[in-house]
Structure formats: C-alpha cells, structure tokens
C-alpha cells in the first residue's frame, strides 16, 4: 500500500493557492458518474450533429473538428512515471499517531516494539520502509531519454516507466534542476523508442493544446483546451515563467506534455491552482525553451549552468520610477551589490536601475534574473543601468552561479540563515525608511513565509539586538545557533503594525 506521507505532492503558494501535481490513490476518487461523449470544436466552427453509421466508420462533419489523429500521433510517446521513495524515520506513523516528538524515550521503545512494518531504518535493524509516487513524462529521443518534473523523482530510489502499449521499463535519473522543476531520465532498455520534439516558438494566448497524462495514476488520460496566459509567476522559483492553460490537468499530470496542433511539445505540466485540490481550469506549464535549455546542460553537462552578476534587485514601482526620473516603472533596482560579485567589479553601485541586458529591455526583476540565468558562465553582457539621471552602459563579464543548494538566483539575491529570507539594508530601499533590513524576498515553503513574512516587511532586531544589514541578520542568527536554542525572535514592522515572530533554525 502506498504511504500517503511519500506523496509527490508540494504546495507552492500563490493568492490562488497553486499546487505541484503528485500522485493520489485511486481509491481517494470520491463518487462516480456516466461517461459521456464529447465532440470538440474551434469556437468559430458551426455545431452539427452526427450519427455514425459504423463503430468502425465514424462520420466526419464538414465544420467539426477532432483530436483523434493528433492524439495517435503523440500518444505512444507518453509515460507513466512511478517512484520508490524511502520514508524518513520522522515519518513514522507510529510516532505521528500518538504524538510523539523526536527526541522522546517513548521514541526508541515504538521503534524495538512496534509492528515490524512500522519500524524505520536506521535504529536497531529495523527494515526499511517505502512508498510510491506517480507522475508522467514522455520522450524525447529514440535511444531513451524521457522529460519529467523534478518533484516527481527528487526523493526516489527507483524509478520505473508504463509505456502506452503497456511495457514496465526501468529507468535511470541522470540529472535534476530543482530551480525549473525539470529532470531527465533515460531508460535502461535499448530502444528505439517513439519521440516528440519540442515546439520552436511559444504558443499564442488562444492557442489549442491537448494535455497526456497521468492523473489519478490513469495512463494515457488526454484533455484538450486553450493557452489562457504567457508569462506567469506562481511563486514556485526564481525563474518562473508559466504558460497558464484551461486543459483539464490534476494529480500526477506533473511532468507530462502539453503539445500543439503539430504535436510538438509546447510545456511540461507541472501546477494547478485549486480551492480543493482538483482541476478548476488553470494549469501552469513550463516553457519548452526553457525546457529545452535545462535539458541540454543535464544531458551534456549533468548539471545546469548559469551566469552570477552578484546583485540583491527588486522591482522598480512608480514611485521609484518616479524618484529616479525614469520615464516607466521597469527594470530592477539594485538593492545591494555582493562584495567581489561580477557586479561589484564592473562598477555597478547601489541604487542602479538596470533596464536592459545587451541591448534587450528587462520588465522587472524576475526576468532581469531569467536573463542573466540564460548565460553560460564567463560570459560577457551589457547592461543598460540608469544612474543619477543619465542613462549608461556597463559590461560585466559573469561567472558561475554559486552552489544552487544554497539558494538564490543568478542575479545574486541570497537568502539569510537559510531560513528563506532575502534582505538588504532598508535604508538601500526606497520607501522602507533608514532603521533596519527589509525582506526584498520570501522563498515558496519556507519557515519564514509558513509564518507570514511578506515582501517588505523591515526586520528592526533579531534576538533583542538591532541590525542594519543582512550580515547583521545572519550574525545574530549565528549566535542564537551557538547557543544551542531552536529557534530565532524577530522584531517586524509591516503594514499591520509591529509585531514578533519566531522562527525554528537548524543545527
């Protein structure tokens, strides 16, 4: 039976509460209904019903539209994708049940006494649990090597995939982009196997696009609807940058295609955005150039490189705009430049504008990170910064992305203690005031968002001590650690008012 703890799901919080797509039980499908058919039409197409003749020989209707031979064709190229995941001993639900915490000497009499399957790994020989996860992917070459979401295998110890025409093969990770929520696969069978390829220009707002999957763990499930939206951010990563589509897409759809009318690949679904868990029409996919770019440094690299410029932005808002005597309110503001950065070399300075990279305008800070992440390491750029009222040009030779598990994005911005704040000294910020350092990020599923920091918020002290930069953040942060307390007191002013907040930190 599969451990419902071992679930691929995560949530990535947005104001429409969106979730990454992992595997249910079939089981936990609540009621059932008739099947119905459906005919599907371009919205302009004049309706007209059939009634065909033959099973065997349907009726075509001048004016009626259908994904049949579309679905034949990108079909088989489709996987389910099914996961082994150890559970940690924390998992116990032994432990869960009666609320124990770790640390407990009721702790090690479940893990001798308890029932046999219910014993983790780790103390007394206990055997090893596991569970399962589900998702999909889907080729993209014939010697084998398959697409899917990192969220789907991050924790695996196996990986097996369920082709369209029924065949278990096992399949190897070689490699994962956490940032992208990409990994790929290669199966350990010698091919060929049947492929798609990816589409080379981004779909239209209005675009069709048909969705395979596996929800629910269903194989092979298709539903078909618009491209909704381009460009959105659901606060899942740094480079967000979501095609929003209507196909009906749900649990374990994470990692399987949406194509065009051409069957070329346009995204890899990965999120919805749900009240209840189901599919309510919005579903977000990751760009294919994205894709393709993450792709092509695992598989040639096994990893993913990207350029570092060494700078904490944010957005440029109205009044910033407007205080800087810039004529619109995009591009990125420097917050704070890293000592030694590529940044700090080449002369950008705190309170710089960048409004462009080699010649290309950036909207904002989000997609100032995007583009700098497009480059390779030591590659050189131009950036278009608006400084002092004037506009100049300012080349930076980058380098490479400091270790990803450490947080962050290419432009540089850090976060604190890795508790998943991102900071600079408030009085760098405009409209943040002179006193303390201000949260210019908060990362999606971190201590610090789980207990309402915001973007904006200026921290006045940390621990009863007053700080005016992040290392004084950090500093204090260090300390408390040092002490051997759990968990850190943070002043905040925000909106609402002044307020304390703790935060856990790690050993």
């Known amino acids: 039976m599969s451990d419902p703890k071992a679930s691929n799901t995560t949530s990535v919080r947005t104001r429409s509460r969106s979730m990454l797509l992992g595997a249910v039980a079939l089981t936990a499908l609540a009621g059932a209904g008739t099947l119905a058919n459906f005919t599907f039409a371009p919205p302009t197409a004049a309706l007209a019903q059939s009634t065909a003749t033959s099973p065997a020989a349907p009726v075509v209707v001048p004016g009626q539209a259908s994904f049949a031979d579309l679905v034949d064709k990108v079909k088989p190229a489709v996987v389910s994708v099914r996961v082994k995941i150890a559970v940690e001993d924390e998992e116990n639900p ?22 046999p399957e219910q014993r983790p790994q780790g103390r007394r020989g206990g055997p090893r649990r596991f569970g399962e996860a589900q998702g999909s992917g889907f080729f993209i070459s014939e010697d084998g090597y398959i697409v899917t979401n990192n969220h789907v295998v991050e924790k695996s110890t196996e990986v097996e995939v369920r082709t369209d025409d029924g065949k278990t093969l096992t399949a190897k990770v070689i490699g994962t982009d956490p940032r992208t929520d990409i990994a790929l696969l290669k199966v350990n069978e010698k091919g060929p196997y049947p492929f798609v390829p990816f ?12 969705a395979v999957g596996n929800p629910f763990g269903l194989g092979g499930s298709v539903t078909a609807g ?17 095609l929003q589509i209507d196909a009906s897409v749900n649990k374990g759809n994470s990692g399987g295609p949406a194509f065009d009318l051409a069957g070329n690949v346009v995204g890899v679904n990965t999120a919805i955005a749900s009240p209840s868990g189901g ?18 440094e695992i598989r040639d690299h096994g990893t993913v490189r990207r350029g570092f410029l060494g700078v904490q932005i944010q957005p ?3 009044d910033i705009a407007s205080s800087l005597g810039l004529a619109k309110a995009e591009g990125a503001i420097v917050a704070r430049v890293e000592d ?6 080449a002369g950008v300075k705190t309170g710089d504008a ?24 030591d590659a050189s750029v131009a950036l278009q910064v608006w400084r002092e009222g004037k506009e100049r040009t300012i080349d930076v030779k980058l380098t490479a992305l400091p270790d990803e598990g450490k947080g962050g994005d290419a432009a540089g911005t850090k976060d604190s203690s890795s508790l998943g704040l991102r900071l600079a000294p408030a009085a760098s910020v405009g409209g ?22 915001k973007t904006g918020d200026v921290i006045i002290e940390v621990s009863g001590q007053k700080v005016q930069t992040p290392g004084d953040v950090s500093k204090a942060v260090a300390a408390v650690r040092k002490d051997g307390k759990k968990a850190v007191l943070f002043r905040v002013q925000a909106q609402e008012g002044t307020r304390f907040v703790a935060l856990p930190i790690g050993e």
């Open 94 to 115: 032994m432990l869960q049940q009666f609320g124990i915490p770790p640390g407990s000497p009721f702790e090690e009499f479940f893990r001798r006494f308890g029932p």
């Open 199 to 210: 589409a080379k220009s981004l779909p239209r707002v209005g675009d069709w696009v048909l």
């Open 226 to 242: 618009i491209v909704s939206a381009r460009g959105r951010d659901i606060g899942a990563g740094p480079y967000d940058d979501f």
């Open 279 to 296: 599919s309510v029409g919005i579903a977000f996919a990751i760009p294919a150039e994205t894709v393709q770019k993450v792709v092509g």
């Open 316 to 318: 440029v808002t109205e």
């Open 340 to 345: 030694g950065s590529p940044a700090d070399k």
């Open 354 to 377: 960048i409004t462009a990279v080699n010649g290309k305008p950036v909207k904002d800070a989000r997609e100032l990170s995007r583009e700098i992440a497009g480059f390779n390491p």
């Open 432 to 453: 943040a005031g002179k006193e303390g350092v201000v949260v210019v990020g908060v990362e999606p599923d971190s201590a610090a968002e789980e207990r309402g920091f």
